[in-house]
């Protein structure tokens, strides 16, 4: 008796689990940040303005769908500090990539390739960066707000490489997988 009852919870707790993993969902916002103090350049953080973070991503799969972003990874750049996987500073002339923190998985895909696709043409990127979805709207992360948990934001060369014009739409959606 004790036995089928552990089994039935058992299923049970596996079928909400599949269910959450189908949906994408359980990659709900931890927080929110509300900076005191703004900044006055383009995309910074207003004062006063909830920005919500995440611990997550969604599943990643052999097409995980994101929205691309332009970063400018050289120095003096909007991205802030050097890069998390390596302390450094990178050339925008580089197919350079980073990941919001949930797909950043803790850097263990520092160094990798992932394969991006979008506008009917695919590149390879490299992972040297997170987009930190958890913090926010300080210096380090030059004032911008915490990234959304589905974001590859991606250098010059990654957007023309995919012959997109990254000046003119900011964002584009995308399907991403590791290479
Ligand atoms: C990008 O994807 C989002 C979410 O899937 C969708 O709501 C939006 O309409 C898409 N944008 C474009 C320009 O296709």
Redesign the pocket.
């Known amino acids: 008796m004790l036995r089928s009852t552990g089994r039935l919870l058992l299923l049970a707790l596996a079928a909400s689990h599949l269910l959450l993993a189908a949906a994408g969902a359980g990659c709900e916002p931890s927080g929110s940040l509300r900076p005191s103090r703004g900044h006055s350049c383009q995309d910074c953080c207003k004062a006063g303005q909830a920005y919500p973070t995440y611990r997550c991503s969604p599943p990643v799969s052999s097409s995980t769908?994101a929205?691309m972003t332009l970063n400018n990874f050289d120095e003096g750049g909007e991205g802030g500090d050097p890069s998390e996987c390596d302390g450094k500073f990178h050339h925008n002339s580089e197919r350079v990539v980073a990941l919001s923190t949930g797909w950043y998985s803790g850097g263990s895909r520092c160094g990798n390739n992932v394969r991006i696709r979008a506008n009917g043409r695919s590149v390879l990127a490299k992972v040297v960066d997170e987009c930190d979805t958890l913090n926010g709207c300080d210096r380090e992360h030059g004032y911008q707000p915490p990234c959304r948990n589905n974001v590859v934001d991606a250098s010059q060369a990654v957007w023309d490489a995919l012959g997109i014009t990254g000046e003119e739409v900011g964002e584009?959606?995308v399907t991403w997988s590791d290479a």
């Open positions: 769908r929205v584009y959606n």
